[in-house]
C-alpha cells in the first residue's frame, strides 16, 4: 500500500490543527441518557386493572394489541339488536337471517317483502293451514290485506265478503272444500300469480281447493277538510244566519 507524502504547500495547514488544543475527555464509562418515550395511546383495558398496572409502558403496549383484535368483535355484539332485527338488518346479512326461521328467500321479490316475511315467518308458521296464516303470507308478498271467502251453510256476508264484489246469488248447492281467495291491489301487473299459487299451495290444507284473482282498486280518494268552529266565524245570537263573516287570515 503507497503512503501518500504532503505536499509542500499543504504543510501550514498540517501545522496549524496540531497546534490547535484538545478537550480533555472525561474518563470511565460515557452515562447514559434514556431517549424520550413517545406517546402512546392509552388502552380501554387499562380501567380494569390496578392503578399500579396503569402507568407501565409495556402493559400500554400490550393491551392495544389485544383490543385491536377484540375492538371490532366487541362493537358488532354492541350492534347486534340491529342484525337480527328485520326492519334494520343490511340487506346482505338477510338470507342468514333467513335461516334462523326457516325461510326461502325469494331475491326476486322487493327488499321490504323480504324483510316482512321474515319478520312474521313464525306467526305464519304458527297459523298454517288456517285462513289467519294464509292472510299474513299473502300479505307479506303483496303488502295489502287479501280477503279469504270460505264456504258456509246459507247466505253469508261479512268483512271479506261483499254481494257483487266475491258473493254472487247463484243457484245451487256449494263447494265446502273451497275458498276463493281476492287480492285488491291498485297496480296488479305488479303482483305475479305464479307466487300467489306458490304461497296457497304451500299452506293450503290439502284436501281444499281455491280460486284466487287479483281486483284492481282505486286508493280512497282525500277527503276534504273540514272547518272547524274558529276557521268559520258564526254570527252572533240574533244576527241573520246568512249574514255569516268571511275567517280572517293573519
Do not use: C
Amino acid at each position: 500500500m503507497a503512503l501518500s507524502i504532503p505536499r509542500p504547500s499543504q504543510l501550514p495547514e498540517i501545522a496549524e490543527i496540531a497546534q490547535t488544543p484538545v478537550a480533555p475527555q472525561p474518563l470511565g464509562r460515557p452515562r447514559y441518557r434514556p431517549r424520550p418515550l413517545l406517546e402512546t395511546p392509552e388502552s380501554t383495558y387499562l380501567q380494569y386493572l390496578p392503578a399500579i398496572y396503569r402507568q407501565d409502558y409495556f402493559m400500554r403496549r400490550l393491551l392495544l394489541m389485544f383490543e385491536s383484535v377484540l375492538g371490532p368483535v366487541e362493537r358488532m355484539v354492541d350492534v347486534l339488536p340491529l342484525y337480527t332485527e328485520a326492519e334494520m338488518a343490511p340487506e346482505e346479512f338477510l338470507p342468514w337471517l333467513s335461516h334462523w326461521v326457516m325461510v326461502s328467500l325469494d331475491r326476486s321479490w322487493p327488499l321490504e317483502r323480504q324483510r316482512t316475511l321474515i319478520r312474521y315467518a313464525v306467526e305464519i308458521y304458527r297459523w298454517r293451514g288456517t285462513a289467519r296464516g294464509l292472510k299474513l303470507h299473502l300479505r307479506a308478498y303483496t303488502g295489502v290485506e287479501p280477503l279469504i271467502q270460505e264456504h258456509h251453510d246459507g247466505f253469508v256476508l261479512g268483512a271479506d265478503t261483499g254481494l257483487g264484489w266475491t258473493t254472487k246469488l247463484v243457484d245451487g248447492p256449494g263447494n265446502p272444500i273451497l275458498f276463493v281467495v281476492t287480492i285488491p291491489a291498485p297496480d296488479p301487473d305488479l303482483i305475479d300469480m305464479e307466487v300467489v299459487r306458490a304461497i296457497i299451495d304451500e299452506d293450503k290444507p290439502a284436501h281444499t281447493v281455491y280460486q284466487v284473482r287479483v281486483v284492481r282498486v282505486h286508493p280512497p280518494e282525500p277527503q276534504p277538510r273540514r272547518r272547524t268552529r274558529r276557521q268559520l266565524a258564526l254570527p252572533a245570537p240574533g244576527h241573520d244566519r246568512d249574514d255569516i263573516r268571511r275567517p280572517v287570515h293573519s
